[in-house]
């Protein structure tokens, strides 16, 4: 079944740092997602991706938060001058469009969980 | 503000029994609403919902969304022990490229 990847699965840095999250949808959806759920909380909707740009972003996902599909398969999030608060998992998911232009489910990668130290 | 609210916060029940998940909502603009269970990392997907009173059903689970009143339930007949997840109810919302999800209910089924 095809399914979502997230890469990686944990990763540590430092408070300042840059990160790249990355995520392969599946192959042949068109929207894709991002969301984080920090440790105890709620999944918050970050940020959605269309036809190569931005369609919906929440106030959560300011300057600091970046999102790009540099080669067609890849959907990666860059959070730039991380700071603690960012510590959460991050999930990447995607979805594709039935017949009669219907935007079907999402499917939900594993998740990556950032520890900023 | 929009928000998705679900109730309880969390259920503790023994296997065989019952459970309703409750999930309302207040967004602007709806599209569907959605039910996940989350176990260890990833949600994942149960039901999509987009009109009133059409029950969905998938073995020991159903849900049913009401649009005049704004909310869903999630029912789970017979628990297992595996049934015992977090639930997450989540509302598409605006252009449709906008998803809030509720806190979760997390239920743990006890043998």
């Known amino acids: 079944e095809p399914e979502v990847t997230q890469t990686p699965s944990h990763q540590v840095t430092q408070m300042g740092q840059e990160v790249i999250l990355r995520c392969v949808p599946i192959s042949n959806h068109l929207y894709f997602y991002w969301y984080r759920q920090i440790l105890g909380q709620k999944v918050e909707f970050l940020v959605s991706f269309y036809n190569n740009e931005i369609s919906e972003k929440s106030e959560i996902f300011d300057d600091q938060f970046s999102v790009e599909r540099p080669d067609g398969s890849n959907f990666t999030l860059k959070i730039r001058s991380t700071k603690l608060e960012d510590s959460a998992m991050y999930f990447c998911a995607s979805s594709g469009r039935l017949a009669g232009g219907v935007k079907n489910i999402q499917y939900f990668g594993a998740g990556t969980r950032l520890s900023v130290l | 503000e929009d928000k998705v609210v679900q109730s309880p916060l969390s259920l503790v029940v023994h296997e065989g029994d019952t459970v309703t998940l409750n999930c309302s909502y207040e967004v602007t603009n709806f599209r569907s609403l959605l039910w996940y269970k989350q176990e260890k990392k990833a949600p994942t997907f149960l039901f999509m919902l987009t009109s009133s009173g059409i029950e969905k059903k998938s073995g020991r689970l159903s849900s049913i969304l009401d649009k005049k009143e704004l909310f869903s339930i999630l029912n789970i007949t017979a628990t297992q022990t595996g049934d015992s997840a977090i639930y997450l109810c989540?509302?598409?919302?605006?252009?449709?490229?906008?998803?809030?999800f509720g806190t979760g209910t997390s239920l743990t089924v006890i043998p």
């Open positions: 989540a509302v598409e919302a605006l252009g449709g490229n906008q998803f809030y």
